[in-house]
Structures are given as structure tokens and as C-alpha cells.
């Protein structure tokens, strides 16, 4: 069975341009979480889909925005890049059986650096 | 706020000793996960482990939920073993929301 995937797997960008990056959970997850990693914060909870549904979000403010789409794939995007948001997105994806199982698997990771 | 605490920040062992690294939880979890961190960036599962004691081969896990901690084992450690390890957290309500800790970063010198 495939792992989480995502895409690009690099990606550099400049101050004011806006980025959406995506991913494809493990067949058959239904959650779908994402997470910044800067050397700085460290590994930071961003937002949580699942059936369609943002269930959760971190501290970020509202130039971080995602959706998630019938298949579960999900995209997160974000808006007026600033210098700081370069980082390590990881995206990671979950199955959920019955109540509190939720051992949550992550993919690659996408790089993005904003000049 | 929720914390999730991890000890030593630093590790450096030569080939072949052994590990303990430690994990804190302020709060009751749902789930608890350790990563191994590849250099590339991917964060690999080495165990899901709420509670319990769990082993895969040299590593092994410990988490006394009623004390709040976890701990990591790694034995005969080798070269490969070198990396950032990471602890994770859920502590209810939305079940998607890890809280990492800081990792414990260990070099294993030849």
C-alpha cells in the first residue's frame, strides 16, 4: 500500500505570491492532518480535515487556508507569503478505526522557501 | 498550555552503547508516537504507544500514562540510529492534532 504522498516536493517563491501544496492520504484515511516545521517553532499543528470537514485548527493566522476533497486528497494554500513561512510542510494522514485509535503516518514533506 | 517535553536536547553515543530517551506529558493523552526524523525530512513511525510497552527489534518503547511520560530505547545503537527522534501527543478532542515536542537529537560516532 502506497504511503502519504505530496507535491511539490520543493518549492521556492517570493514575498507576496501565494502557494498551495497537496496531498494524497494512505488509501482508505479518512483524516488528514498538516504540520509546520521551522528550526525556530519546531514541528507545529496547523489544521486537521476529515470527511470534508476542517475538525481542527492550529495558531496560524488566515493566510493559511486547506479544503480536502471527496477522495481525501487535500491541499492547503497559503496566501501573501512572507519570509517566514518558509519551512517543512508535512502532511500526514490517519485511519481512525473506532474510538481513539489514530496512529497518524506522515509523508516526505514539501520544502518551501520564500526569497 | 499543553506541553510536550523532551530530554537530553543532545545525545552523542559511540557505536554499539545504549539509549534512554525521555519524554514529558502535561496532561492525560489519547495517543502517544515516537518518530525517528530521516535527514531528508520525513518522520518515520517507530511506535504508537498510548500506554504500554511495545519492541522492534533493537528499540523499545515505555509510556506510563498514570505518570505522564514515555520512554525510547535503542540498544546495540548503530550509525543509522543517528538522526532527530521526536515525541508526540494527542490530547483529546480532535483526534488529528499532534503536539510535538522538541526532539532529541543523537549522533552515533563509528
Known amino acids: 500500500k502506497a504511503g502519504v504522498t505530496q507535491t511539490p516536493r520543493y518549492l521556492i517563491k517570493t514575498r507576496g505570491q501565494q502557494v498551495t501544496l497537496s496531498c494524497s492520504p494512505i488509501s482508505g484515511h479518512r483524516s488528514v492532518s498538516w504540520y509546520q516545521q521551522t528550526p525556530g517553532q519546531g514541528l507545529q499543528f496547523l489544521f486537521e480535515?476529515?470527511?470534508?470537514?476542517?475538525?481542527n485548527k492550529g495558531n496560524f493566522p488566515g493566510r493559511f487556508s486547506g479544503r480536502q476533497f471527496s477522495n481525501s486528497r487535500s491541499e492547503m494554500n497559503v496566501s501573501t507569503l512572507e519570509l517566514g513561512d518558509s519551512a517543512l510542510y508535512l502532511c500526514?494522514?490517519?485511519?481512525?478505526?473506532?474510538?481513539?485509535?489514530?496512529?497518524?503516518?506522515f509523508g516526505p514533506g514539501t520544502r518551501l522557501t520564500v526569497l | 498550555g499543553i506541553q510536550v517535553e523532551q530530554s537530553p536536547p543532545d545525545l552523542i553515543l559511540q557505536e554499539g552503547a545504549n539509549s534512554t530517551l525521555r519524554c514529558n506529558f502535561s496532561d492525560s493523552v489519547n495517543n502517544l508516537q515516537w518518530f525517528h526524523q530521516n535527514p531528508w525530512g520525513q518522520l518515520i513511525n517507530l511506535f504508537y504507544?498510548?500506554?504500554g510497552t511495545k519492541q522492534n527489534g533493537r528499540l523499545s518503547a515505555t509510556t506510563v500514562a498514570t505518570e505522564r511520560y514515555s520512554l525510547l530505547y535503542i540498544s546495540s545503537s548503530q550509525t543509522t540510529d543517528s538522526g532527530v527522534y521526536f515525541c508526540?501527543?494527542?490530547?483529546?478532542?480532535?483526534?488529528?492534532?499532534?503536539?510535538f515536542g522538541k526532539g532529541t537529537k543523537l549522533s552515533v560516532k563509528p
Open positions: 500526514a494522514s490517519s485511519l481512525e478505526v473506532g474510538a481513539g485509535y489514530n496512529e497518524q503516518f
Open positions: 504507544i498510548p500506554s
Open positions: 508526540a501527543a494527542n490530547y483529546g478532542g480532535s483526534q488529528g492534532n499532534l503536539i
Open positions: 480535515y476529515f470527511s470534508e470537514t476542517q475538525r
